[in-house]
């Protein structure tokens, strides 16, 4: 039976991918001993020529550039308001000189705060008072009811004996 089914063929699964790798590729292969795309990178910058130097007139051209166009405001400035202070604005960030501030600023008066502790004796010692002047008036004015009570007690004790 193994004799009926056909084998396949196969040309080389890897020669074929070989072969169309190179006529892709071309001229632009990775270096034989470079196993990682990392290791064909740091090759690739080895063989590079190393870069030039910049120039130093670049950096300082930028800095004419803001000179200038600085130059540039101020004339049209001038052309617009006449003449112009240049270091009036940088007077605005000056501080107070000494003889404004020499004046004598008013004394505040040491605040004087007593501790929370005698806060609360003061405070107890008047709801003390005020709840004693309240129960020495609750009692007389309970006694004043007691001694009403009493008397009318008398009196109806007095008129039911002399009916």
Known sequence: MSS???ELARAGTMQVTAKEADALLGDNKP????????????????NSAPPAKKAKKAASANSLKTASSINKTLEEAKALYGDVDVSEGRSLRKRPEKAAV??????KPALKKAGTMQNTAKEGKAYLKRTKKAA????KEEEA??????????????EAASE
């Open 145 to 158: 009811v007691a001694e009403e009570e009493e008397e009318e007690e008398e009196n109806g004790e007095a």
């Open 136 to 139: 020495a008036k609750k009692k």
């Open 4 to 6: 009926d089914k056909p």
């Open 31 to 46: 270096d034989p001993d470079a196993s990682t795309r990392g290791q064909q990178k740091k090759i690739d910058e080895i």
């Open 102 to 107: 020499e004046e004598k600023p008013k004394a």
